[in-house]
């Protein structure tokens, strides 16, 4: 059975969000607040726009030495970025994600965002497939060893 990203892995969510003209302060700020490691930056239409990322946030500010208090998130984010789709399969999800190297991706049901997958939570789903797999398997092959 082929996992989607929703309901599967991740169920809808309250997403956090900013606008473009928000700065790298507030960005941090909110990440801490609500223990996640990206947010999506919207317009005054509430498209998608942007992604802004912990490694963004090290990469692109930290590094450079801009004053987060003053820089807006619209100077380090990741305009229209990749999404998937709440039918889109977790195998797909991990094959756009690792070979894009991205640790996050938007999901997107039209025009609204309802998640965020980040490759943890596509790894835990992994992780319980194959130990589903590898129950099933040994149940087919030493099934009648112990009399099931």
């Not at 990440?31 to 090290?58: F, H, P, Q, W, Y």
């Not at 980040?118 to 030493?142: C, G, M, P, Q, W």
């Amino acid at each position: 059975m082929q996992r989607k990203i929703m309901p599967d892995i991740i169920k809808k969510q309250t997403i956090s969000s900013l606008r473009p003209d928000n700065t790298v302060l507030e960005a941090a700020t909110m990440m801490t607040s609500a223990n996640i490691a990206a947010l999506v930056i919207l317009d005054d239409d509430s498209k998608l726009v942007g992604i802004v990322t912990e490694r963004d946030l090290t990469r692109r500010v930290v590094a450079k030495g801009l004053p987060p208090n003053k820089t807006p998130v619209s100077d380090i984010m990741t305009e229209n970025p990749d999404t998937l789709a709440p039918d889109d399969s977790a195998g797909d999800a991990l094959e756009l994600m690792q070979s894009r190297h991205y640790r996050h991706l938007p999901v997107m049901d039209g025009e609204t965002c309802v998640g965020m997958v980040s490759i943890r939570d596509l790894y835990i789903a992994s992780k319980s497939t194959l130990e589903e797999n590898i129950r099933e398997t040994e149940a087919f092959v030493f099934g009648d060893r112990y009399g099931a």
